[in-house]
Nanobody, 119 residues
Framework: QVQLVESGGGLVQPGGSLTLSCAAS????????MGWYRQGLGQQRRLVAS??????EYTDSAEGRFTISRDNAKNTVTLQMNSLKPEDTAVYYC??????????????WGQGTQVTVSS
């Protein structure tokens, strides 16, 4: 089983920056992708950005402002968020997709960290 620890959420003014980090730990598996999703009030949980072994993906609203990076050696993923807007306000969830040694794949989610963009 994988365990996720998220950090970096908080309150920031419009135009400001925040950095979210997620660290995964465990054994008996390999991580195939890591990323961040967000869910605003009354909204669906939606992808913000993710990175796998061979690709990086951003939602349209994030591309150009946010940067996702992955450190495979440390099993961490970092989301650098710049030029934040009020509409970025949401609970952000770390997501990992793993493959067990036996070949079965699973998805795991962090507990969520609040990001609030307000003046």
């Amino acid at each position: 089983q994988v365990q996720l620890v998220e950090s970096g959420g908080g309150l920031v003014q419009p135009g400001g920056s925040l950095t979210l980090s997620c660290a995964a730990s465990g054994s008996g598996f390999s991580i195939t992708s890591m990323g961040w999703y967000r869910q605003g009030l009354g909204q669906q949980r939606r992808l913000v950005a993710s990175v796998s072994d061979d690709s990086t993906e951003y939602t349209d609203s994030a591309e150009g402002r946010f940067t996702i990076s992955r450190d495979n050696a440390k099993n961490t993923v970092t989301l650098q968020m710049n030029s934040l807007k009020p509409e970025d306000t949401a609970v952000y969830y770390c997501h990992v997709r793993i493959r067990e040694w036996g070949g079965r794949r699973y998805d795991f989610w962090g507990q969520g960290t609040q990001v609030t963009v307000s003046s």
